[in-house]
């Protein structure tokens, strides 16, 4: 109860200074656990349980799947080079069955390993069900974004990666850093189920996609929580689509699914479209 108070406190304060729009969803969802800070401690256990998908091109023999300590030591050792990589970025119920379910199929689809940092792999990590103060999902995205930003320098120095063909993805609260990445060197990025949008989620977008990096959002036309069919959302212009953001962009795909599901990572008409995209930016 107390961590409660405090949180609706540090909102008054913000829509006190105009932080949020007068009449936005108070807080009223849960909250558990309080660590987000993005400590190097932090940020090696995030890195070390992530979820390591390889396809046999990398093994030598069957699809390998398990936490990237665990990796084999023989990774890439029959490829003819490098490896491009796919980082997947979880939503808040963190490594759940259906990201390992589309590392597999990238790996068996596209022939492409990926790592998934397990962000809830620090202890007493934060959780929450929304809607939370605005504040609080602020400091889960500075986590996530230290996190992708740590995954990318671990990734480039792995021996069978090649660090000019690493590809970004997230999914809900895992696609707000992948938008909000500044770094150009990623060479796609993948946002899935959010709108890159003024919400009840964030503060502001803070979208900072280069306008020359490839980039794919599909996001379903009901989300229930980044559409205007969201009541949380009734203060903000919501359309629920990265297109206002990305309209600018050389190479911006923006796929809106009429759908009302909130994780459509694994549907296929996400699949077709990922698959399409990720063959096309990497000329195979």
């Known amino acids: 109860m107390r961590r409660l108070a405090v949180v609706g406190l540090v909102g008054l304060a913000l829509w006190l200074a105009g932080g949020v729009p007068a009449g936005a969803q108070q807080p009223q969802g849960k909250i558990q656990g309080s660590e987000l800070s993005p400590s190097p401690d932090n940020l090696a256990r995030s890195w070390a349980g992530a979820s390591l ?50 590392q597999r199929w990238l790996a068996e689809r596209l022939g492409l390993p990926s790592i998934a940092p397990d962000s809830l792999a620090i202890p007493n990590r934060l959780t929450y069900s929304s809607p939370i103060d605005v504040a ?21 120095a792995l021996p069978w990666v090649d660090p000019a063909r690493i590809l970004i993805a997230g999914t809900s609260e895992g696609a707000v850093p992948v938008a909000r990445l500044s770094d ?41 929580y980044f559409s205007p069919e969201n009541p949380w959302n009734a203060p903000y212009p919501v359309k629920g689509t990265c297109g206002e953001a990305l309209k600018a962009h050389k190479d911006a795909t923006i ?30």
């Open 53 to 102: 998908v390889l396809p046999p091109a990398l093994t030598g023999g069957a699809l390998w799947q398990g936490a990237l300590r665990d990796a084999p030591s023989a990774i890439g050792a029959t490829a003819a080079a490098r490896s491009p990589l796919v980082i997947l970025m979880h939503g808040s119920s963190g490594l759940a069955p259906f990201v390992g379910e589309h």
């Open 136 to 156: 609080v999902y602020e400091r889960v995205h500075s986590l996530r974004l230290a996190e992708l930003e740590h995954a990318l320098a671990q990734a480039k």
């Open 184 to 224: 150009p060197q990623p060479l796609a990025r993948l946002i899935y189920s959010w709108s890159c949008e003024a919400n009840y989620f964030v503060e502001a977008p803070k979208t900072a996609v280069p306008t020359d990096t490839p980039v794919l959002s599909v996001i379903a036309t009901r989300d229930p």
């Open 255 to 284: 796929i809106a699914l009429s759908s009302d599901k909130h994780t459509i990572l694994n549907s296929p008409q996400s699949r077709d479209a990922a698959a399409a995209f990720i063959t096309r930016v990497l000329g195979r």
